[in-house]
């Protein structure tokens, strides 16, 4: 807390807080779940919300919940770039490493979204848009991102999309999905083998230490990315995030 500025700091936590907790919830909550879930009194949740409001940070619902504003979608496309561009160097060290197209993508809602790529320097390669936003369940990215959620939120997810499939390799039921979920957690990486695409082949792994869910992935044809080439480019993978994710618990490193 500031000296001379007696709960500013604290209440810039608070808010932050609440902001998190309506994301965490979908987008929305009512009062009594904020304050359920967060243990403030309600006064202090009303203050807090009201300077929300006001700013468009968050907008009350003709139900009375409160939802995130339109405010928040400038600040969350600008971080995305900003986070891409922070994490090129080292997908750029990734690509010189294992030869494939690297890219970074984060969870946004239900869909990931790709913040950063850095391409292969092969002709014949994988290219895939900067904020473009491709399904959880048949992409490694989005697998590597559900496998960091807890199981309920992944089921919600799933209900709320559906598992349509993308090819006849695509994962389409919720039980098999959480099986390899479990498997991905075991290992550490989470495969697409032709799920969202036929004759690409993605591997993924998770950046811990990141504000959201985010992963690092190689893609490429899987006449070249092969399962025995998979094995060596998982290390590399590893170290990738490994590095990413000190960085991101450094501060001022951004």
């Known amino acids: 807390m500031e000296e001379g500025a007696p709960g500013g700091v604290q209440s810039i936590a608070r808010a932050f807080y609440l902001l998190e907790l309506i994301n965490a919830a979908g987008g929305e909550l009512a009062i009594s779940e904020l304050a359920d879930r967060s243990g403030l009194p309600l006064p202090t949740i009303h203050r807090i919300i009201r300077t929300l409001i ?3 940070y968050v907008i009350q ?21 900003a986070l891409g561009a922070w994490a090129r160097p080292r997908l750029t060290e990734l690509v010189e490493a294992v030869g494939e197209t690297a890219n970074m993508a984060i969870l946004d809602g239900d869909k990931a979204v790709y913040v950063a790529q850095v391409p292969s320097k ?13 399904d959880l369940h048949c992409t490694g990215v989005g697998k590597a991102l559900l496998a960091q959620l807890p199981p309920a939120n992944v089921l919600e997810i799933v209900r709320q999309t559906g598992m349509p499939a993308s090819t006849e390799r695509s994962i389409t039921d919720p039980d098999e ?5 479990s498997r991905v957690r075991e290992l550490g990486y989470a495969i697409d083998d032709g799920e969202q695409e ?3 082949r993605c591997v993924a792994v998770p950046v811990t230490g990141a504000p959201a869910p985010t992963t690092i992935s190689v893609s490429g044809p899987e006449t070249r990315l092969t399962p025995e080439v998979v094995e060596r480019v998982v290390p590399h993978l590893l170290d990738a995030a490994a590095g ?5 618990r450094q501060p001022g490193t951004r």
């Open 61 to 81: 619902q003709s139900s009375r919940r409160y939802a995130l504003g339109p405010r928040l979608i400038g600040l969350g496309e600008t971080a995305s770039r």
């Open 122 to 134: 092969y002709s014949m390669r994988m290219f895939t848009e900067v904020g473009r936003r491709v």
């Open 54 to 56: 006001t700013s468009g």
């Open 198 to 200: 036929i004759g690409v």
């Open 244 to 248: 990413l994710d000190r960085q991101f």
């Open 177 to 181: 999905l959480m099986k390899v979920l």
